[in-house]
């Protein structure tokens, strides 16, 4: 008798989890219908378009990738002023145009159609980026531009494209040296990359939104918000060194460039603060000469600013939502 009862209990269970998958996945299909309420509002041209949410999606950085407003989203999905996206999974915007004026919209059918057709379907209004090829060698697709914001200044804007997540390292340090010092003047932003990548006038690299060019600080309130030959008279070695920590300290930065000459008074400015000689050796060439391996390596045209490369990601094309 025990083996019959095990046999129909084992059935029983059989059948409820197959109904709480076909429930499931009634579910899941249902978020993809367009809320009837949204389809009166279409007009000619418009779609109905669910933007599914993954861990850290915000609304203002839904907003930018559909070019629309986050009033707009709020509205649309019936989110209260206050409201959080945590206990959502999906979104739903009405969009007429290209994303972010970087993605091509393409119909995919499992057909003869080559690979890359099908992966550049998939893409069709995600939110997605690549950063191709080698930081000498390479391309930016979908990038971001850093927008203006407090504590620091861009001084080329049209120069100053990377991935977004590159956008957020350089803007999470900037606020972490800030925080170190409250009267620090505002941080200077220099080249990224170009808005598509490539070739870049006056740089080597600097060529797939992973690099960018940081100023120091300065002594002088008047150098504020320009680049200047660091040296004795002019550098706040102090300053200039939490700013370039705060970079170190988001634990995505491969190496550094900066003149020999500069890595000196800064090396002096760590001994001064009692980093480790361990630490100090690592961080920097000096006093060891310009071969030897360090996190900060010599370049030549960095007595100005210096130049922070991050890591590349683990996988080049990184989608923010499915």
């Given at each position: 008798m025990a083996p019959v009862l095990q046999f129909l209990l084992a059935f029983i269970l059989l059948l409820g989890h197959i109904g709480i998958a076909q429930g499931r996945a009634d579910s899941a299909h249902a978020t993809d219908k367009c809320p009837e309420e949204l389809k009166r509002q279409l007009k000619a041209g418009?779609?109905?378009?669910?933007?599914?949410?993954?861990?850290?999606?915000?609304?203002?950085?839904?907003?930018?990738?559909?070019?629309?407003?986050?009033?707009?989203?709020?509205?649309?999905?019936?989110?209260?002023?206050?409201?959080?996206?945590?206990?959502?999974?999906?979104?739903?915007?009405?969009?007429?145009?290209?994303?972010?004026?970087?993605?091509?919209?393409?119909?995919?059918?499992?057909?003869?159609?080559?690979?890359?057709?099908?992966?550049?379907?998939?893409?069709?209004?995600?939110?997605?980026?690549?950063?191709?090829?080698s930081h000498t060698n390479g391309k930016l697709l979908g990038g971001r531009q850093i927008p203006t914001g407090r504590g620091y200044v861009v001084r080329n804007p049209k120069e100053s494209w990377g991935t977004p997540k590159t956008i957020a390292l350089i803007q999470r340090a900037i606020h972490c040296a800030h925080a170190k010092s409250a009267d620090l003047p505002p941080v200077v932003v220099g080249d990224i990359s170009l808005q598509n990548g490539g070739k870049f006038g006056g740089h080597r690299?600097?060529?797939?939104?992973?690099?960018?060019?940081?100023?120091?600080?300065?002594?002088?309130?008047?150098?504020?918000?320009?680049?200047?030959?660091?040296t004795p008279e002019t550098m706040d070695t102090e300053r200039s060194l939490d700013v370039l920590q705060c970079f170190l300290d988001t634990g995505q930065v491969t190496h550094m460039f900066i003149d020999y000459d500069v890595q000196k008074l800064l090396y002096?400015?760590?001994?001064?603060?009692?980093?480790?000689?361990?630490?100090?050796?690592?961080?920097?060439q000096f006093p060891r000469g310009k071969d030897a391996w360090a996190r900060i390596r010599h370049s030549k045209g960095h007595k100005n600013h210096f130049h922070v490369r991050f890591r590349k990601p683990d996988e080049e094309l990184a989608l923010q939502s499915r």
């Open positions: 418009e779609e109905c378009q669910p933007h599914h949410l993954h861990l850290g999606a915000n609304l203002e950085l839904i907003a930018k990738i559909y070019h629309v407003t986050t009033d707009q989203i709020r509205e649309w999905n019936g989110l209260q002023p206050d409201e959080a996206l945590a206990d959502r999974s999906v979104v739903w915007v009405i969009w007429s145009k290209r994303p972010g004026g970087h993605y091509e919209r393409h119909s995919v059918r499992r057909t003869k159609r080559s690979t890359r057709s099908i992966e550049q379907g998939r893409r069709d209004t995600q939110s997605w980026y690549k950063s191709k090829g690299s600097h060529q797939n939104g992973l690099d960018v060019d940081i100023g120091y600080v300065a002594k002088d309130r008047s150098l504020d918000g320009n680049f200047f030959r660091g002096q400015a760590a001994k001064k603060r009692k980093m480790s000689k361990k630490d100090r050796r690592e961080l920097f």
